[in-house]
């Protein structure tokens, strides 16, 4: 025996798309009541949406950089509480928050060379090379030698045969 809707269509009886239509049609309350749960469904979704948008807020206020991928996937795990003060808690320990006012301005950074290249171009001379491996057998700190070391890759001066020029951007 064949079962056909109201258009003429044959349908299956036990398919639960067709009971469903059956039903609502029987009781016009369920078909409202089924509305009423899809509103609700898509209202939790938007509540959930804007959790998430509230959370990214805090961290950003916090001072996390959400573009690096260590504090992303901390956001993600993050369950404390979500205010600025306390995932600027969590976060410190971790080394994940932007980064702060850096310990010397670049132009003080580079003042002693730029010193010793105005007084190169007043005396009219070439300005004095500076010795690295002097620098680096009077390191008293690992810190210390590879910051020399770096110094040395950056102005282009010869490494160690085998010893691979890695410098920091």
């Known amino acids: ?76 795990g993050y369950d404390g509480d979500v205010t600025a003060e306390a995932i600027k808690a969590a976060a410190e320990p971790l080394g994940l928050l932007g980064a702060k006012e850096p310990a010397q301005e670049p132009a003080q950074q580079d003042r002693p060379g730029l010193e010793r290249m105005n007084q190169a171009l007043q005396d009219g001379t070439q300005p004095a090379q500076r010795d690295y491996d002097a620098e680096m057998r009077a390191a008293k700190t690992p810190e210390e030698m590879d910051r020399i070391y770096l110094e040395k890759a950056q102005s282009g001066g010869n490494l160690p045969a085998g010893v691979p020029a890695i410098v920091n951007d």
């Open 1 to 76: 025996m064949a079962f056909y809707d109201e258009d003429g269509n044959e349908v299956d009886p036990f398919d639960p798309e067709f009971q469903q239509q059956q039903e609502d049609q029987r009781n016009p309350l369920r078909q409202q009541v089924r509305r009423m749960e899809k509103q609700i469904k898509d209202l939790r979704k938007e509540a959930e949406a804007g959790q998430q948008a509230v959370k990214q807020l805090e961290f950003v206020k916090a001072g996390v950089d959400l573009t690096n991928p260590m504090a992303a996937y901390f956001a993600r």
